[in-house]
């Protein structure tokens, strides 16, 4: 529909007619002008603009037409009354929601093979009684040779000191020089005893004792040992410590730390060169400084990107503070929440802060944008906020809601750790919405009113993105296409987002332990900067190079098989587990023709090697002679568990012969995925009612439930915010199409998104995994806004075309400002230690880029298209 086909009704109130209502006022600078005349032509243009749009008191909608007068006649009111509830919440969050959680157990502690590896550990403690049990793992390095006599009385030495200090709490320690002292004197018990049975052995005995000891129990060492050569370069030390089933991990990360300065005292180890100790209690520890070393550089530089930015788009003082304020209360109001709520700070958590700074900083600088708009043309001050919040509050409100819908979609999680998010999220954004909606105006209104007749200095007051400026110059491109060649371009568009959505669907998916650890460059880069800034000491780099480079195995190295089965006191119990072990898959390590594992039959072999009275009860009720008992099972599980065999027997199965556990060592090259598979078919072959667990089987189940959980969650979010919008925008405007209207550019968006993460090799993980549904978010959040603002300049008479090009310059100007603001100021989460956190910045950045670069270029050929298509002139070439 051309600008001559309107009604002249709607024509009439062109804006050049009330730029001249408006100049009359002058701005309440005019000399010698008229009073009379000056408030007349106030009042009309006042009266015109509180008209238009169909946005009276009468079709206001109940929260602005409430709020609207407190802003513009109460404003300190409001002010005091946030302020007091700030101090509510700045209580909340000094009650913090729990202990802070990271790592992996965050997102696995309610997956089933989470579960069931707790039932593991409740039934099999490491130290075979009813305490709690923790171990550790002491790397000793010696490229010469790690086994020579002095380093294995080293190591003795260091058992004996284990030994004897009460407060380190070790119940037992095993290393390759206990295990060759074992086997040069049998009866030597103690560390201080098989000290001197090493020292007293010449260099033959010393040799064939390590041939004999990797022969009965497998030594401990590195890949590159061979009986022959008796020599090797690294040696593991295990180590277990006797913890309450309930220990902190501090206390238990003390503990370890303790034992690496027990083995820095014995001459010739050196803590951090030749001796690293290792746990879990470490590994978390550790993770935890990750995140604190990330913060200490990435915080500073985001918060000096963001106020460069808000100092760009403000340009005034006293509305960068308010905007900073509002900013700093959104966040402790959110911080607050999550006090009252008992819900634990998390690195699930950690991507929410940075979506409500990105939120919160586009509704300051649009509500700034648009009332410096009505206060260029001369309107007082509460006038043109009441103009402002009128237009804003209902886009702000459809933003919120769409983007709290984005959010709690991932409440279709299982995991804790999507739900936790999903809810401080939701909750941070209606708190958001509150803080910018209502307080940021009011304070507005108070401080200009303040400031008024004053002396103190005007900063910037022009609106971004105006006619005159360089912006205003480079924002109409989509208009200008729009007007050329809008269909062509809409179906490249579209062509182009569903090419780039097929292609994002190839994304990987990852979650494990190492996921968490950076790449040594990163560290390097790091270890660069100055002081403070510089990151502490890591162990789990030089660990994780051990166990691949030396052990040939992974952070997570085994899978366990759970057997809970009354058979296994049954004659074929011991037959059905040793069969599950034979001709093991390729994604097993293997021993000779059988899988490299640990468990009740491998202790019954190993005691019966070194036991000749166990061996003969063995030879009594094996049939077939190959070592595996297969009659009177139970009589042989009573004698092993009256050996000096019975504590380890207990690790393998429980005291009532009801479970059983196998741990199968799985090959370093082995594929995650391929390795679950293998247990689990492992599992599913045996007799007995098997089921395959372990830290990868459960990260594994994590993978598929974050890749189930972003689809599900991403669908849940396009249907409510399809839903919403078009409701919205049927009650606001009459308009449903107009919602419809707004998904188009936000499908592309997604679309891109997806793409980026394949194609920046960037795979999908509970980190960054809400970011699919939160895109259609932001996507609306930005379309949002240019459609609001266009539907108030079309609808007031204006032509498609010209309130195109008014809402770029205004409204687009806005939409810059915050996406340049968001992009760089949040997109330095990209300098992050943490791997995944540095994926979720880029993600962030590309998804605010994206949002509002379709809003911008491909929203107003849509609205052309539109318009087209309702009017019947798709065959023109162009609207005016």
């Known amino acids: 529909m051309s600008e001559s086909d309107r009604p002249d009704d709607r024509a009439s109130d062109a804006p050049g007619d009330r730029a001249d209502a408006l100049a009359s006022d002058g701005g309440r600078s005019g000399e010698g002008e008229d009073a009379t005349s000056r408030a007349s032509g106030l009042v009309g243009s006042l009266t015109d603009r509180l008209g238009s749009g169909g946005s009276d008191d009468g079709e206001m909608d109940p929260f602005t037409k409430r709020i609207n007068p407190l802003i513009s006649k109460r404003p300190w009111t409001i002010v005091v009354v946030f302020l007091l509830l ?88 095993t290393s390759p020089a206990s295990l060759i002292a074992q086997q040069l004197d049998p009866e030597a018990t103690t560390a201080e005893e098989q000290y001197r049975a ?151 958590l950690l991507v929410v802060f940075p979506l409500l700074l990105a939120v919160g900083i586009d509704f300051g600088i649009h509500i700034i944008n648009r009332y410096r708009e009505e206060r260029a043309e001369g309107v007082p001050i509460g006038e043109s906020m009441t103009l402002t919040t009128k237009q804003l509050t209902a886009a702000f409100l459809i933003v919120t809601l769409t983007t709290v819908f984005g959010f709690a979609s991932n409440l279709v999680s299982s995991m804790s750790g999507m739900q936790d998010f999903a809810i401080v999220a939701s909750a941070g954004m209606l708190f958001t919405f509150l803080i910018f909606g209502v307080f940021l105006p009011a304070c507005k209104v108070g401080f200009d009113r303040l400031r008024e007749g004053t002396r103190f200095p005007q900063f910037g007051t022009t609106p971004m993105g105006s006619e005159g400026s360089v912006l205003g110059k480079i924002l109409p491109v989509g208009v200008r296409i729009a007007r050329v060649a809008p269909v062509i371009f809409l179906i490249t568009m579209l062509v182009v987002g569903g090419g780039v959505a097929a292609y994002g669907t190839g994304v990987d998916t990852e979650f494990d332990q190492e996921a968490f650890f950076p790449e040594q ?68 390590r293997r021993d000779g023709r059988t899988a490299d594992a640990d468990s009740i039959v491998s202790v019954v072999e190993t005691r019966a090697a070194q036991d000749p009275e166990f061996d003969a009860v063995v030879t009594r009720y094996d049939s077939n002679g ?120 936000v499908l592309i968006t997604v679309a891109l998104l997806a793409g980026s993460m394949r194609l920046f090799d960037i795979p999908l993980s509970p980190i960054n995994a809400p970011i699919l549904s939160v895109s259609i978010g932001l996507g609306v959040d930005y379309t949002v806004h240019f459609m609001h603002r266009f539907v108030d300049e079309f609808e007031d008479g204006n032509g498609v075309h010209e309130a195109l090009l008014t809402t770029v310059r205004g409204t687009g100007g806005a939409l810059t400002g915050s996406m340049l603001t968001t992009v760089c100021g949040l997109g330095v989460l990209y300098l992050a230690l943490i791997p995944l956190i540095m994926e979720f910045g880029l993600l962030l950045a590309l998804g605010v880029f994206y949002a509002c670069f379709t809003s911008l270029l491909v929203l107003p050929s849509v609205i052309v298209v539109w318009d087209r298509l309702e009017n019947g002139t798709m065959s023109l070439p162009s609207l005016g």
Do not use: C
Not at 96 to 105: F, I, K, M, P
């Open 86 to 173: 700030t101090g509510v919440f700045l209580a909340g969050a000094g009650m913090g929601g729990g202990e802070s959680e990271a790592g992996t157990d965050q997102f696995a502690d309610d997956t089933a093979e989470s579960e069931a590896y707790e039932d593991i550990q409740d039934e099999f403690r490491e130290s075979g009684h009813q305490g709690g049990g923790t171990t550790a793992q002491l790397f000793i390095e010696d490229e010469r040779n790690v086994l020579s006599q002095p380093n294995l009385l080293r190591m003795l030495e260091f058992q004996e000191e284990l030994d004897t200090r009460e407060a380190l709490r070790v119940e037992s320690s």
């Open 198 to 348: 090493v020292e007293a052995a010449s260099a033959s005995q010393l040799e064939r004792a390590i041939a004999d000891a990797d022969e009965a129990a497998g030594l401990p060492v590195s890949t590159d040992f061979t009986p022959e050569s008796a020599e090797a370069d690294v040696a593991q030390v295990a180590i277990t410590y006797d913890t309450p089933p309930m220990a902190d991990t501090d206390d238990t990360a003390e503990l370890q730390h303790e034992t690496e300065a027990v083995a820095d005292e014995i001459d010739g180890f050196e803590s951090g060169e030749n001796v690293i100790v290792f746990g879990n209690a470490i590994i978390e520890e550790e993770t935890v400084q990750l995140l604190n070393d990330t913060a200490i550089v990435v915080f500073p530089a985001a918060i000096v990107l963001i106020l460069f930015f808000l100092l760009v788009a403000y340009r005034d003082p006293i509305d960068l503070g308010l905007g900073l304020v509002s900013l700093l209360m959104a966040m402790i109001w959110t911080f607050g929440f999550m006090g009252f709520s008992g819900i634990a700070f998390s690195q699930s």
């Open 521 to 588: 460059d990163r560290l390097d880069q790091y270890e660069q900067l100055p002081g403070p800034l510089a990151p502490a000491d890591y162990t789990f780099m030089t660990v994780l190079d051990y166990m691949e480079e030396d052990f040939d195995r992974g952070m997570q190295s085994s899978v366990t098989i759970y057997v809970e089965d009354g058979d296994l006191r049954s004659d074929t119990a011991l037959k059905d587990i040793d069969r599950a072990l034979e001709n093991p898959p390729d994604e097993f």
């Open 626 to 745: 190959d070592g595996i008992p297969d009659r009177n099972v139970d009589a042989v599980y009573d004698e092993l568990f009256a050996s000096d065999a019975g504590g380890e027997a207990s690790q393998y199965l429980t005291s009532d012969r009801g479970s059983s556990r196998i741990n199968i060592m799985i090959d370093v090259d082995a594929d995650q995925a391929e390795a679950v598979d293998a247990a689990q078919q492992t599992a599913s072959d045996m007799e007995m009612d098997a089921t395959a667990t372990g830290q990868l089987v459960i990260f594994e189940s994590v993978i598929e439930e974050t890749t189930q959980s972003s689809i599900n969650s991403l669908v849940v979010a396009f249907l409510l915010t399809t839903i919403f919008l078009v409701l919205a925008y049927w009650w606001l405007e009459g308009r449903a199409i107009y919602g419809v209207l707004n998904l188009v550019p």
